[in-house]
């Protein structure tokens, strides 16, 4: 990147609560129903009709603003955000304008080993819009409104990242923070969890903004950091050759990896904002606080630290671990239900498990083989009925069948052969048929070794127990 330049990010993340009605209405929040069965008439603002708060969705604010240790704001009202749009029905968005539900607060990233703190400038609630849907009718654009009136949190960060790597790792952590909260499921695909991201660049060295074009709505990883990387190199570009960055939304289109012009941005007195008249301001006191707190889960950073006390666990093991509450979870009850070593139950989750769950693109929840399945081989393993290299052949039935890891081991003959008698006369037979390589072995070429064990193995069939394969092998060969 151009080194003359610096760059001023900040990211307005908006989080689909995970109620199961809506923040105005008992209509549902479940995704994929048939278009426009899941719109009643107050979210539709049909005359007549009033909006009623769900306890729920403030509950969860207040959950997300004790996370970040947030301003909890005592009093706060809705607005109604004015403006035209064809997938917004009553022509006006509930929102919160001057007195959000979540003050002040600060989300804390790591890049490059480095941890910087990002401040959150406010977090409050209001509802969604419906969806346009292009393509779906030949010249015409379909309007589904199922997901007018879903809770929001809109979460507004300082302008405080200065590189796309940075904005990612801020959405990375939030999208951990509120899966961990149980306050969004963060599915990506289906818009619970997407961002507008404010970008502007400067003359390294000023203290005054540049002009900011506001990228909507991006709702993946890799296309905020496209996107954010993409806008800087357009504005420099734009300031180099003589023009001037105007204040405007962009789209990012993927495909051809650019943002385009969008509309003018809006100011807030554009919206012209005023207090909903239909809705009473939200009073929050120390009692409901403090009930919230009791209730408030482990949080990632002090479970990432416990894991690596606890379990002495390295840092790249807690961190996967950790990064979801579900794997955590899923880890912790593998420990206990095994009785084994905490780092090799790690290996196995973060290693073989993951693996798995990666190629086949599952989440840990819809894993096949649960906690009480893989801690049954961690058992077998522990105990010596089989080796490590056996128990990778054993995992993959078992990722193929509901069978335990006895009933496979026992099915497939897999136990492991412990008898040094038979061992022996494996290893006395190897050793006999290759003299050459007894002697270049006695002649100091350690790594000679390693082809004896792959013989005794391989004689075997990989039953026998390595540790008793090495330690007779250097016996007799020495």
């Known amino acids: 990147m151009n080194t003359q330049w610096e760059t001023v990010i900040g990211l307005e993340i908006h989080a ?18 048939e278009p426009n069965t899941q719109a009643c008439a107050v979210d539709l ?13 403030v509950r969860m604010a207040v959950i997300f603003g004790m996370a970040i240790e947030a301003h909890i704001a005592p009093y706060s009202v809705f607005a109604r955000k004015n403006y035209f749009y064809p997938d917004l029905p009553k022509g006006y968005q509930i929102s919160q304008m001057d007195l959000p539900i979540v003050g002040v607060g600060h989300l804390d990233i790591d890049v490059d080993g480095v941890s910087k703190r990002i401040g959150i400038t406010r977090a409050h609630l209001e509802e969604d819009a ?4 292009h393509g779906s009718f030949h010249g015409l654009t379909g309007i589904d409104l199922n997901r007018a009136g879903t809770p929001l949190l809109e979460i507004v960060s300082e302008p405080e990242m ?20 149980g306050i969004c499921d963060g599915n990506m695909q289906e818009g619970s969890f997407r961002c507008d991201a404010n970008v502007s660049v400067r003359p ?68 012209r904002y ?17 009930q919230i707190k009791a209730q408030l889960p482990e949080l990632p950073q002090a479970k990432k630290q416990r894991f690596k006390d606890d379990y002495v666990l390295d840092e790249e093991n807690a961190t996967i671990l950790t990064s979801s509450r579900s794997l955590a979870d899923y880890f912790e009850t593998v ?3 095994s009785g084994c070593e905490a780092k090799m139950c790690a290996n196995w989750v973060t290693g073989d498990l993951l693996a798995a769950l990666n190629r086949a693109d599952l ?23 089989i080796s490590g290299k056996i128990a990778k052949q054993v995992f993959e039935e078992l990722w193929q069948s509901t069978a335990t890891a006895d009933e496979i081991i026992e099915a497939k003959g897999l136990k492991q052969i412990t008898d040094t008698g038979a061992i022996e006369a494996i290893i006395d037979k190897i050793i006999a048929d290759n003299q050459d390589q007894v002697e270049q072995y006695r002649s100091g070429k350690d790594k000679v070794f390693g082809f004896f064990v792959g013989q005794v193995m391989k004689e075997m069939q990989g039953k026998a127990n390595p540790g008793e394969v090495n330690k007779m092998l250097k016996a007799k060969l020495q």
Request: glycine share 6%; net charge negative; no cysteine.
């Open 45 to 57: 603002g049909l005359p007549g009709v009033l909006p009623v708060l769900n306890e729920e969705a």
């Open 363 to 385: 989440e840990i929840t819809d894993s096949p083989v649960s906690h009480e399945r893989l801690a049954g081989l961690l058992k077998r393993i522990s105990d010596d009925t």
């Open 130 to 133: 419906g969806k346009s849907l």
């Open 274 to 290: 005023f207090p909903d008249p239909d809705l009473l301001p939200v009073l929050i006191d120390e009692d409901f606080k403090a």
């Open 204 to 271: 390294k060295g000023q203290k005054e903004f540049g002009t900011r074009a506001e990228i909507k709505n991006i709702n993946s990883f890799k296309f905020v950091e496209k996107a954010i990387n993409h806008e800087i190199e357009r504005q420099i570009e734009v300031i180099e050759s003589g023009g001037t960055v105007v204040q405007e939304t962009r789209l990012y289109d993927s495909d051809k990896d650019e943002t385009r012009s969008m509309r003018s941005k809006e100011e807030a007195n554009d919206y």
């Open 16 to 33: 689909q609560l995970a109620t199961k009605s809506k923040i105005f209405s008992g209509a549902s929040t479940a995704y994929g129903a």
């Open 335 to 337: 420990v206990k239900e």
């Open 162 to 181: 200065s590189s796309a790597k940075e904005a990612v790792a801020y959405m990375r952590k939030m999208h951990e923070l509120v899966r961990y909260l």
